[in-house]
């Protein structure tokens, strides 16, 4: 094999690939087809002729992943795989340095030699092999031959075939194929002129042409494409030069036109780019002829004298004053390109948009506030009396210093609408933000200038859109404020609604103090368990207890009607609803505390109404109580009463939740056996369980006094439940209900159905005061509860409802356990 080495030795010259080795290949296709006979020559093109023993019949094959390999290159080839990397290794030691490259057909990711691969592949000699890292290796070989697979001979430790070798004969071509040849070098050479990445390699390829040997020449042509391994491989296994031609043509034009489309585009692209250059160089000398002129300032002058003009009317403080010359002064020497520029212009920005020393005057006049209070809520006597004290004292003082509210009550009852109009009465600016889920400090203190995006906190924005430095400001959902590794926003909150701090606020990004003691602060939360006692200190309690049914049926009448109406596209008087009807729906589909559900059902029932007269249905526009169940559905309440009458171990109970006031029933029940016991079920909080045991150790100790009753505690268990037991429950004024149905049961005397109470007992039997009395007068009363049992203590609180809430309750009021006996059942 001389002459293949001759041919190694020559390849490893750095000059050489393309060029070097289509003659290395074409000498090798004459030599090796001498012994052939001149009789080949009356073949035709496209037959094959069997190659000589020059090369195994059993050959390692590597698979390829991507593209095929076409005879007549000299080409470097990685492998990273185990096997393909010690199959190379073995060719080099045991074959000769012969191998055969085969592209994959079906690639199995996990395992390439478990993959299905081409039958048709090429023979390489390889000429180098270099390690690139432990675990991957470059050849450098030569592409010698086309080959198809006879059989696999082995496939561990490396897959090895048995071949036979493919080539095209010698023939002298035709008039046909040189045709074909020339319209494939024309192609070529468009090619070359529009994609510079095949100029080099195709320049020598059409510079080189030899019709004598097409086969080479449209292997080499194809191995430069970019068309997809699969069109690759169609062509080398394409053996009859005529078809072969006529795909590497089809290849070809694919590829002029992809490479037209992309000349295309990036013309567009220039285009645009000029076009932009062009619009921002015309823009400047426009500019800078403006500026000539004296029509136009250039953008730093322009902020300088809009930051001027907004000083003119403000009384900054000595600080404000000091920081803002020195930011303005800053602002004239940086350049119109640097990016510390873009972040004094933003802080100047914000420091001359406040409202210092602006202020809107107050509405002195209460009998007008009065009037504002009473037309924008109906009902809640107390609350408004509470703000006009407030009101007073603020307009007697001058200043608010001091007072900051938080309305506390359940959801629907007006705490928002109540701060709109405390803005109202006082004629000051409003503005709302929510503190719900807040959990990073500098939402309320401002982000440092340091950080990029950075901004002054809530606070400071409020005032600043609202234009003025005494606006009120309402703080929504203040109990359900968050704290994360960001900090603690209630902990900030502290400085803020603190009067003797809030006078030198210092936001972060403002980094100069600014006074927020003529800001009036409401605060709205549904209770005031998870607000922090120092902040709950620092604010002046006004709790809204919820409505009873008259008061939602004057608000959805004066308020809730009208608003719906208009919103849904009626007239004023369009749609009537009857009072019984407004009772219906109150009683039977809303007994919140608030209205907003109560709004919810007249908005689903006007929206009812109006789908009828779009279908052109007779619809009545009164509604009367009688139509509220066919709007409405079947009511989701039903008036609460005792399972049965006549049953003891039962007791309703009054309590108290962020929902407003609720009735709960207290049931017990005694279950025989050979000892006593006593449990609890129905989700009771730590606070609900000591009370249940309270009341059945005073339950307990009392009866034993009697000889009949002692034995019923030691052979029962007894079992108190407090039903819905999906809803968590917790406090303590339960005691004295459980402690009754206690009492009941084992005693056998039935609880009046109509009888509720609420209140704290102690294991002496001494009943202590409770919370929530207007609320749970208002639960009862939601029920038709007439007889109430309360803490002798809360006697002075339930005076101090209002009379139409008291109006028809008959209550009692119990300073021990005895007296809630006598009133139960007279004894």
């Given amino acids: 094999m001389a002459e293949d080495k001759k041919q190694a030795e020559e390849s490893e010259q ?4 393309i060029e070097a080795e289509a003659v290395t290949a074409e000498d090798e296709a004459s030599s090796s087809s001498d012994d052939a006979g001149k009789s080949a020559g009356a073949q035709d093109a496209g037959d094959l002729a069997v190659m000589p023993d020059s090369y195994p019949d059993e050959i390692i094959i590597a698979p390829l992943k991507d593209r095929p390999v076409f005879p007549g290159m000299s080409i470097p080839l990685s492998f990273s795989d185990p096997t393909s990397i010690e199959a190379v290794g073995a060719a080099a030691e045991k074959y000769s340095g012969v191998f055969g490259c085969v592209k994959v ?160 585009i990036q013309e567009q692209i220039s285009e645009k780019m000029s076009a932009q250059q062009k619009e921002f ?18 953008e730093k002058d322009a902020d300088l004298e809009r930051f001027e003009k907004r000083l003119e009317g403000l009384q900054l403080s000595e600080e404000a004053q000091k920081v803002v010359d020195e930011e303005l002064d800053k602002l004239r ?17 914000v420091l001359t948009d406040l409202p210092w020393g602006s202020f809107t005057a107050d509405e002195t006049d209460l009998a007008q506030a009065r009037a504002t209070l009473d037309e924008q809520h109906y009902g809640l006597k107390d609350v408004k009396e509470s703000i006009l004290e407030l009101l007073a004292s603020i307009i007697k003082r001058g200043s608010i210093s001091g007072s900051i509210l938080c309305l506390v009550g359940p959801p629907g009852v007006g705490k928002t609408s109540i701060g709109r109009s405390i ?112 902040l709950i200190d620092r604010m002046e309690i006004i709790r809204l207890s919820g409505y009873v049914l008259e008061e939602k049926v004057q608000i959805a009448r004066r308020h809730l009607i009208p608003k719906q109406l208009q919103d849904q596209g009626f007239a004023v008087d369009e749609v009537a609803f009857d009072d019984d009807a407004l009772r219906a729906i109150v009683d039977k589909y809303a007994r919140e505390a608030g209205v907003r559900n109560l709004e919810k059902q007249i908005r689903k029932i006007l929206r009812k109404i109006s789908l009828k007269q779009a279908e052109k249905a007779d619809v009545a526009l009164r509604v009367g109580p009688d139509e509220i169940e066919a709007f409405l559905g079947a009511p989701r309440f039903t008036t609460e009463e005792l399972y049965n009458k006549d049953q003891a171990g039962v007791a309703l109970g009054l309590a108290y939740t962020s929902q407003g006031g609720a009735t709960l029933y207290v049931e017990a029940s005694a279950i025989a056996g050979n000892k006593g016991g006593f449990k609890q079920t129905g989700q009771l909080g730590d606070v609900m369980r000591e009370s249940s045991e309270i009341a059945y150790s005073y339950v307990r100790a009392r ?39 206690l009492y009941s049961l084992a005693t056998g005397k039935v609880v009046p159905v109509h009888l509720a109470m609420t209140g704290e007992l102690t294991l002496t039997g001494k009943v202590l005061p409770i919370g929530g009395v207007k609320e749970k007068t208002i639960a009862a009363r939601r029920v038709e ?22 109006e028809g309750i008959e209550v009692h009021y119990a300073d021990y356990f005895d007296d809630v006996l006598r009133i139960a059942f007279g004894t």
């Fill in 14 to 17: 750095p000059e050489t690939i």
């Fill in 105 to 264: 057909k079906e690639l199995n990711d996990s395992a390439l030699y478990d993959s299905e691969l081409n039958e048709v592949g090429t023979l390489l000699q390889l000429f180098r092999l270099v390690p690139l890292t432990e675990s991957s290796v470059q050849v450098f070989a030569r592409s010698i031959k086309r080959f198809r697979k006879v059989r696999e001979v082995q496939r561990e430790p490396y897959l090895v075939w048995e071949v036979e070798y493919l080539d095209d004969a010698k023939v002298k071509p035709d008039n046909e194929l040189k045709a074909y040849m020339m319209a494939i070098i024309s192609e070529v050479k468009d090619l070359i002129g529009l994609n510079p990445i095949f100029q080099e390699q195709l320049k020598l390829i059409v510079a080189k042409v030899n019709f004598e040997t097409p086969g080479l020449l449209m292997d080499v042509i194809a191995s430069v494409l970019t068309v997809s391994g699969d069109r690759m491989q169609e062509v080398l296994e394409t053996l009859v030069l005529y078809e072969r031609a006529k795909k590497l043509l089809i290849l070809i034009r694919e590829e002029i036109e992809m490479a037209r489309m992309q000349q295309q």
């Fill in 281 to 298: 160089f015309l823009r400047e000398q426009l500019k800078a002829i403006k500026k000539e002129l004296g029509i136009e300032k250039d």
């Fill in 333 to 349: 020497t940086l350049d119109a390109n640097s990016p510390e520029r873009n972040v004094t212009r933003a802080y100047l920005e």
């Fill in 423 to 534: 803005a109202a009465a006082l004629d000051r600016k409003f503005y709302r933000f929510s503190l719900g889920g807040m959990r990073d400090e500098a939402e309320i203190k401002g982000h440092r200038r340091t950080y990029i995006g950075a901004m002054p906190g809530k606070l400071i924005q409020s005032i600043r859109r609202a234009g003025s430095s005494n606006p009120v400001i309402m703080l929504d959902e203040i109990d359900k404020v968050g704290a994360s590794y960001r900090g603690d926003p209630a902990a900030a909150l502290l400085e803020v609604l603190d009067p003797e701090q809030n006078t030198e606020f210092l936001d972060h990004y403002l980094d100069v103090h600014f006074d927020l003691s003529n800001v009036l602060f409401v605060c709205t939360a549904n209770q005031l368990d998870t607000i922090p006692e120092p």
């Fill in 703 to 741: 009866l034993c006094e009697r000889e009949n009753f002692c034995s019923f505690f030691e052979n029962h268990l007894i079992h108190i439940h407090v039903p819905a037991g999906a809803t968590p429950k917790d406090g303590p004024s339960a005691g004295i209900t459980m402690a009754l149905a």
């Fill in 785 to 806: 509860i007439s007889t109430l049992i309360f803490p002798k203590a809360n006697k002075k609180d339930f005076e101090e409802l209002p009379e139409y809430i008291r």
